[in-house]
């Protein structure tokens, strides 16, 4: 079992700037691929972007390119998305989560998932 921690929420003005992290554990084998998926109230469940965690392959959503940046330090098993020059669009709860499968967007390829942490971009 793989439990996944994330912090970092809050909230901006539009251009400003958020980090997200979350800590994973609770299992000796974490899995292959980490993502960040985000949720807006009456709104279905979307990928921002996702990494590998044994070559660092990523891949973004087209929202989010050029503005957000996922990483990973692998040693503490800790997962980061950068949000930089943020729009009130990108307003929701955040999730972090863990798959088997290679890094994709796909809500139904996740097996563990993160509570969930708030960002919210004011105009």
């Known amino acids: 079992q793989v439990q996944l921690e994330e912090s970092g929420g809050g909230s901006v003005q539009s251009g400003g700037s958020l980090r997200l992290s979350c800590v994973a554990s609770g299992s000796m084998y974490i899995p292959y691929t980490l993502g960040w998926f985000r949720q807006a109230p009456g709104m279905e469940r979307k990928g921002v972007a996702s990494?590998?965690?044994?070559?660092?392959?990523?891949t973004y959503s087209e929202s989010v390119k050029g503005r957000f940046t996922i990483s990973q330090d692998a040693a503490k098993n800790t997962l980061f998305l950068q949000m930089n020059n943020l729009e009130p669009g990108d307003s929701a709860v955040y999730y972090c989560?863990?798959?088997?499968?290679?890094?994709?967007?796909?809500?139904?390829?996740?097996?563990?998932w993160g509570q969930g942490t708030q960002v919210t971009v004011s105009s």
């Open positions: 990494i590998a965690r044994r070559d660092g392959t990523t």
């Open positions: 989560a863990a798959g088997y499968n290679v890094p994709s967007l796909v809500v139904t390829d996740y097996v563990y």
